[in-house]
């Protein structure tokens, strides 16, 4: 049915809380029936009965609320254009730094037409999922079976692994053919997936195929392969902390003892803080064998036990406290070479902690973003944010040190497309490191300076600054994750050292 028009006039008549109306622009909405159930009291909404209240709206809400109730508009402002830009499902943001430059008009060495393509069907398809994420994030619950299913559907959660023959025969979002996929392909599925903007959530639903996973697809044998995880069916993640050991591996106590026939290892120990435990079917394990270190893949059943563990992001990342006693693991479910263990642990810290980098380049980016937006709509003492020069020296040294760290990530990325795996081995442990070490220096300081812009909102879980409070309160997950600050800074050095011309001298 076709809304009908007013003139500015007639909307002045219905000002009373029986009988009210506003105009948010250019668009009249009948509040009448919302006025008493409005969360924020009668009274803002009364002050604006039969008025113009479009800058308070934007000053206190954010523009989803209008979708949410939409069902209250009854018409139009006669010969009235809308003066906000709409956010659509899939499109892209206009507002300076938003995107990947790439993205913003300017000339890239790095991208081809399929990553063009990539991105605009993948946004399409994570916006559409955008407000079902939030919905996990927030009631901290597993991550539904039919949301994993329609990731797996759409090859979002092969894609978390990386380009390989694991991908060959399989089509893309975009049409991107899995024999075409490369770094930045992948990078372009966690930049939107980031986009979520529910840090707990996303690794709670991705972190299992990006860490896990590989360890089975790289070491495990081909009857292991087939229960590769790739249409969500099925949910994996990786154990290898303990309550004793982080990031000195080699100190693990969880132990694996073979049974006397010889076929079957007897699994004791615990793990800790392991990401995405509560809703694991497999798990990837370090145990200490005879003589070292081994993984094994463990199939929940009798024996495994998992528990939550609060942390300051989510629930729906299911971060658990893992029991196994006296668990009964065919000794063909070895990844790689009883007692090398160690070799599969180290193999794909770099390509994890890759995936840190280009995910929270997103989030800052978001950030700055939503920075932009506020200090453009938000009046204080009479004038916009923005018109401050306090707050554009803000918005100069959030952006500069985010471009700075995204180009670096750029060109890691671009290495990493070109080096094969034994070269990255060899070449780009210490830059990722030094890289991961710089992202959350960054992030810390993009997280501050957002904080001071949003205010109270920043420290406040819906709403306005929902965006950076979650930047705030997960930033430094990354910086723990993977290899911690101080861990990442030793390594890179150490690794440019092994590097170090034995001659040289001032």
């Known amino acids: 049915m076709a809304l009908k028009t007013f003139t500015r006039e007639e909307v002045k008549r219905h000002a009373s809380e029986d009988d009210l109306w506003i105009i948010i622009d250019s668009s009249v909405y009948d509040m009448s029936r919302f006025v008493d159930m409005h969360p924020g009291g009668a009274i803002p909404i009364l002050e604006y009965a039969g008025k113009d209240a479009t800058d308070a709206f934007y000053g206190l809400h954010r523009q989803e609320v209008l979708v949410k109730y939409n069902r209250y508009k009854i018409g139009t402002i006669d010969n009235e254009k809308p003066q906000v830009d709409f956010h659509e499902h899939g499109s892209f943001s206009k507002v300076p730094?938003?995107?990947?430059?790439a993205w913003m008009g300017f000339k890239s060495p790095y991208y081809k037409d399929s990553h063009f393509k990539l991105r605009a069907a993948v946004r399409?398809?994570?916006?559409?999922?955008?407000?079902?994420?939030?919905?996990?994030?927030?009631?901290?619950?597993?991550?539904?079976?039919?949301?994993?299913?329609?990731?797996?559907?759409?090859?979002?959660?092969a894609a978390n692994i990386g380009p390989g023959p694991w991908l060959h025969g399989m089509t893309f979002p975009g049409g991107v053919k899995g024999e075409e996929f490369d770094y930045f392909h992948e990078m372009i599925i966690h930049e939107e997936c980031?986009?979520?903007?529910?840090?707990?959530?996303?690794?709670?639903v991705l972190g299992g195929m990006?860490?896990?996973?590989?360890?089975?697809?790289?070491?495990?044998?081909?009857?292991?392969k087939q229960k590769a995880i790739f249409a969500g069916r099925k949910r994996i993640c990786l154990a290898i902390t303990e309550p004793y050991a982080g990031s000195d591996v080699a100190r693990i106590r969880t132990t694996a003892k073979r049974t006397p026939d010889g076929k079957h290892f007897i699994v004791n120990g615990v793990k800790k803080w392991i990401t995405g435990g509560c809703w694991a079917d497999y798990f990837s394990v370090a145990v200490q064998t005879e003589k070292g270190m081994s993984m094994l893949l463990i199939e929940r059943g009798e024996g495994v036990e998992t528990k939550p563990i609060k942390t300051s992001y989510s629930p729906s990342a299911g971060t658990a406290y893992v029991t196994f006693e006296n668990v009964k693991v065919p000794v063909e479910n070895l990844l790689?070479?009883?007692n090398k263990g160690l070799f599969v642990v180290l193999s794909n810290f770099n390509h994890e902690r890759w995936v840190m980098l280009t995910g929270l380049s997103m989030a800052c980016r978001l950030a700055i973003e939503e920075c932009f937006k506020w200090a453009n709509q938000r009046t204080v003492f009479g004038k916009r944010l923005i018109e401050q020069p306090v707050i554009r020296q803000?918005?100069?040294?959030?952006?500069?040190?985010?471009?700075?760290?995204?180009?670096?990530?750029?060109?890691?990325?671009?290495?990493?497309?070109?080096?094969?795996?034994?070269?990255?081995?060899?070449?780009?442990?210490?830059p990722i490191a030094l890289c991961k070490y710089l992202s959350t220096r960054v992030a810390h300081d993009i997280s501050d300076e957002a904080c001071q812009i949003f205010g109270g909102r920043a420290i406040t879980k819906t709403g306005m600054g929902r965006t950076i409070e979650t930047l705030q309160r997960t930033y430094k997950f990354s910086a723990i994750l993977g290899g911690s600050e101080e861990i990442m800074a030793d390594l890179g050095v150490r690794q440019a050292l092994k590097k170090y011309p034995a001659g040289a001298r001032l």
Do not use: C
Request: glycine share 8%; no cysteine.
């Open 194 to 204: 980031a986009r979520w903007k529910v840090r707990g959530f996303d690794d709670g």
């Open 210 to 224: 990006i860490i896990s996973l590989p360890t089975i697809l790289n070491f495990g044998s081909p009857a292991l």
């Open 394 to 430: 803000k918005l100069a040294k959030m952006i500069a040190k985010l471009e700075s760290f995204h180009n670096w990530v750029e060109n890691i990325t671009y290495q990493m497309n070109s080096m094969s795996y034994a070269e990255q081995a060899d070449k780009l442990a210490g």
């Open 97 to 101: 730094y938003a995107e990947p430059n």
């Open 124 to 157: 399409k398809v994570t916006d559409s999922l955008a407000v079902e994420a939030r919905e996990f994030e927030e009631s901290g619950t597993k991550p539904s079976d039919e949301f994993m299913k329609k990731l797996g559907d759409n090859g979002l959660l």
């Open 336 to 338: 790689g070479k009883e």
